[in-house]
């Protein structure tokens, strides 16, 4: 089957900058993606969605954007803070069901750590 | 606000003993399900549930037991440990497999197999 991956594992940015996390996808028939947030010790927690549809959607302070032409999904993080540092991750929905059972392929994650 | 309440947080067991993971959400979701994640990888699924009553294997089923009895729980069982099962499962639940994106999860178990 296909996998969702990360161009990198770990970034690291200034408090106060803006922060960006990409997502590569390889399969064209994903109709959905999901950005989740996972600190450490807890469990993900699911930040923000886009169809495939749009390409881009703006939520608190995060906005996702959708490049279909090359299967390119990013996560941008406006005024980075210390609390937005965790492990990110996408997730991609194939809805006929390519990914496992209920669709969703995740990817490994990249650790996103601030410095003051 | 309990959410996804998943027991026991760390667990240690043997090679061939059995154990129960226990999950219980407190948002009348239809859908629950359970993950496991290990280094270097996703999230990959194990079972999952519609509704009570009803369940279906996932991407990696194998060695685990999943029953629905009530749209609360939905607890997973080891049936005898090895120790590729050694991972951070996390149980997770949603208003519909329609809306199946938008998981809340439980802050996960951690399991050892030695």
């Known amino acids: 089957g296909e996998s969702v991956g990360l161009h990198l594992p770990t970034l690291s940015v200034q408090e106060g900058d803006n922060s960006i996390i990409n997502c590569a996808y390889s399969?064209?028939?994903?109709?959905?993606f999901i950005w989740y947030k996972q600190e450490s010790g807890k469990g993900p927690q699911f930040i923000i969605d886009?169809?495939?549809?749009?390409d881009k959607r703006q939520g608190q302070r995060v906005t996702v954007l959708l490049n279909k032409t090359v299967k390119h999904l990013s996560l941008q993080i406006a005024a980075t803070q210390p609390g937005d540092s965790a492990v990110y991750f996408c997730?991609?929905?194939?809805?006929?069901?390519?990914?496992?059972?209920?669709?969703?392929?995740f990817g490994k994650g990249t650790h996103l750590i601030i410095q003051p | 606000n309990a959410g996804v309440t998943q027991t026991p947080k760390f667990q240690v067991l043997k090679t061939g003993q059995s154990m129960t993971l226990q999950c219980a959400q407190d948002?009348?979701?239809?859908?629950m399900s359970w993950y496991r994640q290990d280094p270097g990888m996703g999230l990959r699924l194990i079972h999952y549930?519609?509704?009570?009553?009803?369940?279906d294997q996932g991407e990696v089923p194998n060695g685990y037991n999943v029953s629905r009895s009530t749209t609360e729980d939905f607890p997973l069982r080891l049936l005898s440990a090895a120790p590729s099962q050694t991972s951070v499962y996390f149980c997770?639940?949603?208003?519909?497999?329609?809306?199946?994106?938008?998981?809340?999860f439980g802050e996960g178990s951690r399991l050892t197999v030695l």
């Open positions: 997770a639940s949603s208003y519909s497999i329609g809306m199946v994106g938008e998981l809340f």
């Open positions: 399969n064209s028939a994903s109709d959905y």
């Open positions: 886009i169809r495939s549809n749009m």
């Open positions: 997730a991609e929905k194939d809805p006929h069901s390519g990914g496992g059972a209920d669709g969703l392929t």
């Open positions: 948002m009348n979701h239809e859908y």
């Open positions: 549930s519609v509704g009570a009553g009803i369940t």
